[in-house]
């Protein structure tokens, strides 16, 4: 069973700042992976979608999620749906058996009505402006609330991951001369260029 506690300070590094939302990312990365009963990806042994959008609140818990899974964007086995939406599927790639888990409704609601958002957040304070004595508390909240108060998890479903393997093949722009992956390449009368050297040549 893995521990969201045991990722907390290490999360909060990465993330910048204190808030509810990368640790609740945790929790539920968390319990996708004890509901699978899968380790921490080393490698693409997992694979995550998050639901979330572009810049609305709570967009810090993929932060929480890239954390604890191991599932990261530099490692390119998660990817946001765009649905504004604060669920994670996590997926075990071996086997293909994942599991969706979403914060109830009810616990972020009352994490909405606490001082940290009311007099802070949604006025504008960024949250690393937050006094610590208000933000705490509520990560503590996050951290220790009974599993049932915090998270939905659903059943264990069959899911099919494409398994592609990594480009290594790279080419140097024939204009910039930075070096590009070649997938991205486009033709042009100078050669082969990339795309923002293809795009200035219109």
Do not use: W
């Not at 945790?26 to 693409?44: F, H, I, P, Q, T």
């Not at 609601?109 to 958002?117: D, R, Y």
Request: net charge positive; proline share 5%.
């Amino acid at each position: 069973m893995i521990d969201p506690k045991e990722f907390l300070k290490a999360g909060q590094q990465l993330h910048g700042h204190k808030c509810p939302a990368m640790p609740l990312g945790l929790r539920a990365g968390a319990a996708a992976m004890n509901a699978l009963v899968v380790a921490r990806a080393k490698d693409k042994d997992l694979f995550a979608v998050v639901e979330l959008g572009d810049d609305h609140c709570a967009h810090c818990f993929a932060d929480g999620v890239q954390m604890i899974t191991g599932c990261t964007f530099g490692k390119g086995n998660i990817r946001k749906a765009g649905y504004g939406k604060f669920g994670v599927t996590l997926v075990d790639r071996a086997t293909g058996r994942s599991v969706r888990v979403v914060p109830l409704a009810k616990a972020q609601l009352g994490m909405k009505q606490t001082k940290f958002f009311l007099e802070y957040r949604m006025k504008g304070v960024p949250a690393s402006k937050v006094p610590e004595d208000v933000v705490d508390p509520l990560i503590q909240q996050v951290m220790n609330a009974p599993q049932e108060q915090l998270l939905s998890i659903g059943p264990e479903l069959k899911t099919e991951v494409e398994k592609k393997t990594e480009s290594f093949g790279t080419t140097v722009c024939a204009i910039c001369g930075e070096m590009v992956v070649d997938e991205y390449l486009r033709p042009s009368a100078a050669g082969k260029v990339c795309i923002p050297c293809s795009q200035k040549a219109v």
